[in-house]
């Protein structure tokens, strides 16, 4: 069993940075694709960010482009989502999602995700 602990939410201002951080219990942390979905109020929960085993496959969904960084740490089971510029339109529940074994970040963009963590806040005002 794989559990997944988010932290590093808060309110932010337009314009703001918040470092989200997701670390990981349980099998074989180093084997699986990880990634970021959010869900804001009224809305469906959104993909937002994968990254692979070795980190060398990253995926973003377009509106985070070049504001968004995600990148994992292996040996500290950790995921982090950077995230700069921060919009209003960002602001959501913020969740980790781990893939199954060997998954691929592709995986984790199409929904296919094996475990998920509780979910941080982050409000960002205008």
């Known amino acids: 069993q794989v559990q997944l602990v988010e932290s590093g939410g808060g309110l932010v201002k337009a314009g703001d940075s918040l470092r989200l951080s997701c670390t990981a219990s349980?099998?074989?942390?180093?084997?699986?694709?990880m990634g970021w979905f959010r869900q804001a109020p009224g809305k469906e929960r959104e993909w937002v960010a994968a990254?692979?085993?070795?980190?060398?496959?990253?995926k973003y969904t377009d509106s985070v482009l070049g504001r968004f960084t995600i990148s994992r740490d292996n040996a500290k089971k950790t995921v982090i989502l950077q995230m700069d510029n921060l919009k209003p339109d960002d602001t959501a529940v913020y969740y980790c999602?781990?893939?199954?074994?060997?998954?691929?970040?592709?995986?984790?963009?199409?929904?296919?995700?094996?475990?998920w963590g509780q979910g941080t806040q982050v409000t960002v005002s205008s």
């Open positions: 990254i692979s085993l070795n980190s060398d496959n990253l």
């Open positions: 999602a781990a893939g199954s074994e060997y998954s691929a970040p592709i995986e984790i963009k199409l929904g296919r995700v094996a475990h």
């Open positions: 349980g099998r074989a942390f180093g084997r699986r694709a």
